[in-house]
């Protein structure tokens, strides 16, 4: 399996993440970046991953479980696990989402609130002030 076909791939959903994680190799540890979980695998980032059908131990926090890197590409690979994660377990490493953010386009109204003395003033004095000098002189 490579990572161009992940989505065709796929049994589970993937929570997109930007975690790090640990990869144990033969008494190695070696740190990466998780980039996605799901119940059944992982892709992580890093310098010298380990090579296609790798046996691993994947550890994030209090989490660890074993796995096999199934595939490679640059500095990318993806991690199969050898039993599913439960869906409590996978939410306890998956941050909420953060709250999106709605966008308000409305039209400004043509009322609002009155204006104060010093507000009123001001706006009379821009309104008499004639930037452009009068036509003939």
Do not use: C, Y
């Not at 740190?31 to 059944?40: F, G, H, I, T």
């Not at 989402?97 to 308000?104: D, M």
């Not at 104060?116 to 009379?124: T, V």
Request: charged letters at 25%; aromatic letters at 4%.
């Amino acid at each position: 399996m490579d990572e161009s076909s992940q989505n065709q791939n796929r049994r589970d959903r993937r929570s997109n993440v930007l975690m790090q994680a640990t990869l144990e190799l033969s008494a190695t540890k070696l740190d990466v970046k998780l980039r996605n979980l799901s119940a059944d695998g992982a892709l992580i980032e890093g310098d010298k991953l380990p090579v296609e059908g790798a046996q691993i131990v994947f550890r994030k926090g209090d989490l660890a479980v074993a796995g096999t890197v199934v595939w490679t590409k640059g500095r990318r690979a993806g991690v199969a696990f050898t039993r599913p994660l439960s869906p409590t377990t996978l939410l306890r490493h998956v941050p909420q989402p953060r709250a999106r953010v709605k966008l308000n386009f409305r039209r400004p109204g043509l009322h609002t609130k009155e204006l104060s003395a010093d507000e009123r003033a001001w706006a009379e004095v821009w309104l008499h002030a004639s930037p452009v000098p009068p036509l003939g002189d």
